[in-house]
């Protein structure tokens, strides 16, 4: 009789991030480049190529579900959910909020919590939300908006480049849309 093979229990672990070893910091060529866009040094596709290829923190913060009331007659969490933050513009559109780095995260929330992805992700993950932005560093030190068809690019892990005419397009790999598939 044949018996299955033994798993392993590291078979059986869900996969970690990417960023397992990430300290928090801000990477030291996107810091720069949104601090030259901030003085005028740097153009806006610039800072998109940077930002495209860099690890961003997405907060998530705790939601109230449901609330119940003890012995005492004092209201108390029930039950409560993480969930990342959309910011409301004052035109009613909706943003994905992340930031560079721990310390820009802080200065908007210390309670809300980090979670670390790929700028793509980042995007995708504002795209399915629903929003039309991506806000980096609400809080400064240097804001920075991806928005509209930008955003959208970013989500589907195109990358901005810059050409020898000193242009600037777009890389990314072309939709699968050959019939049969």
């Known amino acids: 009789m044949n018996e299955p093979p033994q798993e392993r229990p590291d078979q059986r672990r869900l996969e970690g991030s990417e960023y397992v070893d ?36 997405v907060p998530v913060v ?6 119940e009331t003890g012995d005492d007659g004092l209201a108390r969490d029930k039950t409560s959910d993480m969930a990342a933050v959309l910011l409301t513009g004052a035109d009613g559109r909706l943003a994905l909020l992340a930031f560079t780095d721990q310390a820009a995260l802080a200065a908007w929330n210390p309670q809300a919590r980090p979670v670390p992805v790929a700028a793509h992700l ?31 690019r970013i989500a589907a892990g195109w990358r901005p480049v810059h050409l020898a005419d000193d242009g600037w397009a777009w890389l990314g790999a072309a939709p699968d849309d050959s019939p049969g598939d």
């Not at 601090?35 to 800072?47: H, I, K």
Request: net charge negative; charged share 20%; no cysteine.
């Open 22 to 57: 990430d300290d928090g910091s801000a990477d030291p060529a996107l810091a720069a480049a949104l601090r030259a866009y901030d003085e005028g040094s740097a153009m806006y596709p610039a800072v998109l190529a940077q930002l495209a290829g860099s690890r961003l923190l």
């Open 62 to 67: 705790a939601v109230l579900g449901e609330v």
């Open 122 to 152: 980042a995007a995708a993950t504002a795209v399915q939300e629903g929003a039309d932005a991506l806000v980096v560093d609400v809080a400064g030190p240097h804001t920075f908006v991806v928005a509209d068809e930008d955003l959208a």
